[in-house]
């Protein structure tokens, strides 16, 4: 059994910037879609949950798809998906969705795109002109992130954003989808679960601020408020969650 997961598709306009690595581009998805509708022995997230939960057995090469966070580009792979008949999973940020609030990572993924030089606190100049050293310098502050408990995890990254010569574009390159879309997605079969409220790093969470991430119904420190059931948008009862990072 293997699990394939994405997290988007790219267009050939959108692979010069720095942070299009995190997707595949759509020309080679179609590719992998096909090559999956013809050869793949696809299993449904319903048949996946059975053999976890009830012992029921899946053939050795069976496969699913699934995709992570939420991104408005996963509309192109719905299209994608729906013509060669595959069912997948989609796990999304559920305050994103909802609330309209951007994750941190797509925060500086944004300001990183739009800076060629940046000075950092030792007073040395880091410049990013190009998209290696911009992957870099984003790799540094990520590693800075998950080494911080999670309720600091937006100050990390506002720290970054002020530092002289960061540029912060107030539109995203990457928005996420909104509720309309996710209504469609789940209309259209596509099993919706949660991978978190905003995309902490779950192992760094107090046990009160990951219930608040997972499920819990109260609000939490650093939380506008808690993450709400998916089943009000998806009309279905919610997929388990599906942790950011895998853990």
């Not at 020309?27 to 939960?53: D, P, Y």
């Not at 595959?86 to 796990?91: C, D, G, M």
């Not at 999304?92 to 994750?103: I, T």
């Not at 209309?187 to 990951?210: E, M």
């Amino acid at each position: 059994m293997r699990v394939i997961a994405y997290h988007g598709v790219v267009e050939p306009d959108e692979q010069s910037n720095h942070f299009a690595r995190l997707f595949t581009d759509v020309e080679s998805f179609e590719q992998q879609a096909t090559l999956l509708a013809r050869r793949g022995r696809l299993v449904t997230l319903e048949e996946l949950e059975a053999a976890l939960t009830d012992g029921h057995r899946l053939p050795d090469d069976a496969i699913h798809v699934s995709f992570d966070d939420g991104f408005a580009n996963n509309l192109r792979v719905a299209e994608i998906l729906d013509r060669h008949r595959i069912p997948w999973s989609l796990f999304v940020v559920v305050d994103s969705v909802l609330d309209g609030y951007r994750p941190w990572f797509v925060r500086l993924a944004d300001a990183i795109e739009a800076t060629s030089n940046v000075m950092l606190l030792d007073g040395s100049v880091f410049e990013m002109s190009e998209p290696a050293r911009k992957r870099e310098f984003a790799q540094r502050v990520k590693v800075q992130v998950m080494a911080a408990m999670a309720e600091d995890h937006e100050d990390v990254v506002d720290r970054v954003l002020a530092l002289p010569g960061m540029s912060v574009p107030r539109e995203t390159s990457w928005p996420m989808l909104e509720v309309r879309d996710l209504k469609e997605l789940a209309a259209a079969g596509v099993a919706i679960g949660n991978h978190s409220a905003r995309h902490r790093n779950l192992p760094r969470c107090d046990d009160h601020l990951l219930a608040t991430e997972v499920a819990e119904p109260r609000p939490a420190a650093g939380c506008a408020r808690p993450p709400r059931p998916l089943v009000r948008l998806s009309g279905r009862a919610p997929r388990p969650a599906g942790a950011p990072r895998g853990r």
